[in-house]
């Protein structure tokens, strides 16, 4: 059988590669997203990876996650944030089906990373699931049965939203707000600083690296408990590049969600780390295409 093009669409990099039936990448690329120019350029980006494949053999679909707000049965976007302009109104289902006659789904990249924990890794087999992705903000998922539970709007766990006492959960608790957090009162320019650097200086005894990630964690369980207590979920996921440091972190947010519960919820709430890191949009997209033609 043909292969599907996987394609997964961030703010800062765009990954992209071949995946076969049974859902085994064959390969995987990468490249900058370019994000600054624009909806446009994203989508003649995606085209020419399309048409890159299409030149070496034919093609059983495109499966593509991305940033920003997805209506998954139109196939376009119909809300991102200020740093990809433009994006808001891009067809990518109708673009790329009309240019190369080959199926084309495309579904929100947080979204993705969930189908990929449920259908494959941490989540596999919980019948309610929750995973976030802390990056440059925070992302949520609600899997139900398998299924991404899309709300009435497709704005379903918009959780980064969430109102806290200082403000929203992704103000407060992403790697973004982390980094200017240790930016700040070290007094330097926010360029300087990323998790990776934070958390070497942190185990080097770095008072302040170490503060921010306190701050950080203490923010993650607050904003985690706001969720448990909606949808009682059976686990939590929690993916994005700075999970990396699942040693560091895992304890100490598992530790601060449970202070933040009553017992009964404490007691059977499950935190894992997410699976599939680098490669989950890429395999959510995926099983969303698979499930939206029900195979």
């Not at 119909?78 to 990518?92: S, V």
């Not at 918009?158 to 959960?169: C, I, K, S």
Request: aromatic share 8%.
């Amino acid at each position: 059988m043909n292969p599907y093009v996987v394609i997964d669409i961030g703010g800062t990099s765009i990954k992209y590669g071949l995946a076969d039936a049974k859902g085994q990448l064959l390969e995987t690329h990468e490249m900058p997203t370019e994000a600054q120019k624009g909806g446009p350029h994203i989508l003649n980006t995606t085209k020419e990876i399309v048409a890159r494949y299409l030149k070496k053999h034919p093609l059983a679909g495109v499966a593509i996650s991305s940033a920003g707000m997805v209506d998954p049965d139109k196939g376009e976007i119909f809300y991102a944030g200020p740093q990809i302009p433009n994006y808001a109104g891009t067809q990518f289902k109708k673009e790329i089906e009309e240019t190369f006659q080959i199926p084309c789904e495309i579904e929100n990249d947080v979204n993705c990373a969930g189908l990929a924990e449920v259908t494959t890794g941490h989540a596999k087999g919980s019948n309610n699931a929750v995973c976030l992705t802390i990056g440059t903000g925070i992302g949520g998922c609600l899997l139900l049965d398998g299924q991404v539970f899309h709300g009435f709007s497709n704005s379903a766990c918009e959780v980064g939203y969430l109102h806290l006492p200082d403000g929203a959960f992704q103000d407060l608790a992403s790697t973004t707000a982390l980094v200017e957090y240790v930016a700040e009162h070290h007094g330097d320019p926010v360029e300087q600083w990323n998790g990776r650097r934070i958390f070497k200086r942190a185990t080097e005894g770095d008072k302040i690296c170490m503060a921010g990630i306190d701050r950080m964690v203490a923010y993650l369980g607050k904003g985690l408990a706001n969720i448990v207590y909606v949808v009682n979920p059976e686990v939590i996921v929690l993916g994005g590049g700075i999970m990396a440091q699942e040693a560091i972190l895992k304890p100490k947010i598992y530790q601060t969600l449970c202070a933040e519960l009553v017992p009964s919820l404490a007691d059977k709430i499950r935190l894992e780390f997410a699976h599939h890191q680098n490669a989950a949009g890429m395999l959510g997209a995926y099983y969303h295409f698979r499930q939206k033609h029900g195979t």
